[in-house]
Structures are given as C-alpha cells and as structure tokens.
C-alpha cells in the first residue's frame, strides 16, 4: 500500500463538504481534514486573481489516485482544479495500516 497526501482546494463549504463526503462513504479516501478559509492568489488567464478557499486534506492510496481525481474532478465547479499528490513515506504504522484499510484496494 501506498499512502498519499492528495491536496485541493475548493471555493465554499458546500462543495468541500460535498467532495469530503463522497470520497470517505465511497472508501476512495480514509480521511478528509477541511481546513479554515485560506487566501489564495494565483495568476489565471493571463490576471492575477485573488479568492478566499477551503483547503482540503485527503488521505488516501496511490491504487486510489485515479478514482479521487475523477471524483474530485466530477463534483468541483473549476475549469481546472487543483489537484497535487504528495506521497507519505513516513508514519504511525497503526495510522498507516487504518488508512489502507478503510480504502478501496
């Protein structure tokens, strides 16, 4: 099993909670931590662009990465969402082992 850290950010707590949701009832993530509003400033269409974001935290598996991303992709009203994996090497074993365990393998 390899676990990952997969970040994305979203515009309001309807579709954090929306995306949360479906990827932990459909085992494609053990964990979803929603963060505080953060400020985000990016550039976009050649503007700089500055909004306010729920951060998400998604724990999952790499065997899992696909699924998150289509779902994530399917529910979030971005063009072009962001979406970054980030893998775990190092953890709580026992926390490890719960993540493998409450995701699709």
Known sequence: MEPLLIITNCPDEEVANAIALALVEEKLA??????????????WQGAV?????????????????????????????????????????????AYLNWLGGETLQ
Not at 30 to 43: D, E, H, K, M, T
Not at 58 to 66: E, F
């Open 30 to 43: 053990a964990c979803v931590n929603l963060l505080p509003r953060v400020q985000s400033v990016y550039r």
């Open 49 to 93: 662009e500055s909004t306010s974001e729920i951060p998400l935290l998604i724990k999952s598996t790499a065997a899992c990465y696909a699924a998150v991303e289509n779902r994530i992709r399917q529910l979030h009203p971005y063009e072009i969402p962001e979406i970054v994996a980030l893998p775990i090497t190092h953890g709580l074993p």
